[in-house]
DNA sequence: GGTATTCCCTGCGGGC
DNA sequence: TGCCCGCAGGGAATAC
């Protein structure tokens, strides 16, 4: 489950081994990601240099030396990895990139939840990533975030997985920062104050980077670009936690269901309604 | 237009 | 031991 943390851990840890090589060939399986990989990508791709790689949200963009791109989301279990061309194949691996320096790019993906594709045209890139990607997490603007909220009858949990409002968030760190803004999750976004959303932001904008520096959270099967583990699931307050007792009151954390996701919330310090801030 | 629900997909764990 | 079922969840499609 790939959220931004895990996200910016895979694209840090590629970086050096991708920048710079040039893609040779492409090796793609039988089975169909959540996009089919065209035949013509490959012929297109061959030659070209990595420029960069970079994120947005949860987004994975490896640029090429012609302007061109290709495009990732790794969904649910998706992986990207460099590994040495002699390394073993493991099952459910869907694309491979031969690179110059004898290497391979591999993505592998049980689930098939995620996609990667070919993009050469802005247009493309759109319609795949979504023209209203909402703002990095760190460029909310607190006015704009705090109407966002105010103008939604949906709960907040509902709010943050929407990723034209906030990119990036996913279920484990909307947990978290609720969590940490002493929200409950089921807050109707239009009772929120002025001071909770700004409460809120801020959670999500810490919470965020406390997982970026530790690369990420390991719940199943989660490992960074290059293969190593997260460790912030052991740093999770709410998240996962159904039934132990809550750090700040130990009273027991509870699981409902919410925009069709498990949610985890302490009911005594997230309570449905407040009248303290 | 805004919101809620369903579906895709596979591995794992619990119950029988 | 083996089988069945529910659960995990990001995003697109569909329903309301």
Not at 32 to 60: C, N, S, T
Not at 182 to 205: D, N, W, Y
Not at 246 to 256: A, G, K, T, V
Request: hydrophobic share 35%.
């Amino acid at each position: 489950m790939p959220e931004l943390p895990e996200v910016e851990t895979v694209i840090r840890e590629l970086r050096p081994r991708l920048v710079g090589r040039r893609l040779r060939s492409v090796e793609a399986g039988a089975k169909k990601l959540r996009f089919a990989w065209q035949p013509a990508w490959g012929l297109r791709l061959a030659g070209r240099r990595v420029e960069a790689i970079r994120r947005r949200g949860k987004w994975i963009m490896i640029d090429l030396d012609d302007g061109s791109l290709l495009l990732s989301h790794l969904g649910m279990t998706g992986k990207l990895r460099v590994v040495r061309a002699d390394a073993p194949h493991e099952p459910h691996t869907h694309l491979i990139f031969a690179l110059d320096d004898g290497s391979e790019l591999r993505y592998r993906d049980v689930r098939r939840f995620g996609s990667l594709r070919y993009c050469s045209t802005a247009a493309e890139i759109e319609s795949m990533m979504g023209e209203t990607l909402g703002p990095e997490p760190w460029d909310l603007d607190p006015e704009n975030w705090y109407e966002r909220l105010r103008r939604s009858r949906r709960s907040l949990k509902a709010i943050l997985l929407d990723q034209t409002v906030v990119a990036g968030v996913g279920n484990i760190y909307a947990d978290e920062a609720l969590f940490a803004a002493r929200l409950s999750p089921r807050m109707v976004g239009a009772r929120i104050t002025r001071p909770h959303a700004e409460r809120l932001r801020r959670a999500i904008v810490v919470v965020l980077d406390r997982a970026i520096a530790a690369r990420g959270s390991t719940i199943r099967d989660y490992v960074g670009g290059s293969g190593r583990r997260g460790r912030y699931q052991h740093k999770l307050l709410a998240y996962g936690r159904t039934g132990q007792p809550c750090p700040n009151c130990s009273r027991l954390i509870q699981c409902i269901r919410l925009a069709g996701r498990a949610t985890h919330y302490c009911p005594r310090c997230q309570p449905a309604s407040r009248s303290h801030r």
